[in-house]
T-cell receptor, first 118, second 114 residues
Framework: AQKITQTQPGMFVQEKEAVTLDCTYD???????LFWYKQPSSGEMIFLIYQGSYDEQNATEGRYSLNFQKARKSANLVISASQLGDSAMYFCAMREVYMNTGFQKLVFGTGTRLLVSP | ETGVTQSPTHLIKTRGQQVTLRCSSQSGHNTVSWYQQALGQGPQFIFQ???????GRGNFPPRFSGLQFPNYSSELNVNALELDDSALYLC?????????????FGPGTRLLVL
């Protein structure tokens, strides 16, 4: 079974600084996908960024980038130029695929709470 | 493009009652997944519906059941509610068979069981 580990319960950063949220994963699959989601206090999970296991380049989406180190099984999220609105829970997730039925589910970590201060 | 919507937003029930939560998938998506998120934890997969059939299930008892309709909307039904069922229930839609299969979530339904 796949497992996602987020070891930082909380992170604190000042506005306009960069911050890295850690994520390590465990899988025996050769093909997999990694996702980061943001969850504000309202509860909705907002998709931020995706990295495929065969992607040669690290994924980037605006201020978000994913530092993908396959050999270390890590997929850290980097947020550049933090904004007050970035304060939220951040979840790393891996896609688990069941080849016999073709269905896919997400396995989530426990999340990291990011607080951005002025 | 319409995003994922869920109803109701909040719900209070008592132990032993039954509840139905509803989800409308994002336009063009054919797959719906349901997750339970207890306070302070990451979401846990309940089940997934594709072509109106359940085609994957997590470690949840049979009193958790669901439906998917021809328009790809979905329902989650929970019978014989227990206190531990209190959680945020998230619905996610995706397009199976194309692209990254990214799941897009709705705003969730907060269920409190007393």
């Amino acid at each position: 079974a796949q497992k996602i580990t987020q070891t930082q319960p909380g992170m604190f950063v000042q506005e306009k600084e960069a911050v890295t949220l850690d994520c390590t994963y465990d899988t025996s699959d050769q093909s997999y996908g990694l996702f980061w989601y943001k969850q504000p206090s309202s509860g909705e999970m907002i998709f931020l960024i995706y990295q495929g296991s065969y992607d040669e380049q690290n994924a980037t989406e605006g201020r978000y980038s994913l530092n993908f180190q396959k050999a270390r099984k890590s997929a850290n999220l980097v947020i550049s130029a933090s904004q007050l609105g970035d304060s939220a829970m951040y979840f790393c997730a891996m896609r688990e695929v069941y080849m016999n039925t073709g269905f896919q589910k997400l396995v989530f970590g426990t999340g990291t709470r990011l607080l951005v201060s002025p | 493009e319409t995003g994922v919507t869920q109803s109701p937003t909040h719900l209070i029930k008592t132990r032993g009652q039954q509840v139905t939560l509803r989800c409308s998938s994002q336009s063009g998506h054919n797959t719906v997944s349901w997750y339970q998120q207890a306070l302070g934890q990451g979401p846990q997969f309940i089940f997934q519906y594709y072509r109106e059939e359940e085609n994957g299930r997590g470690n949840f008892p049979p009193r958790f059941s669901g439906l998917q309709f021809p328009n790809y909307s979905s329902e989650l039904n929970v019978n014989a509610l227990e206190l531990d069922d209190s959680a945020l229930y998230l619905c996610a839609s995706s397009l199976r068979g194309q692209g990254t299969g990214t799941q897009y979530f709705g705003p969730g339904t907060r269920l409190l069981v007393l």
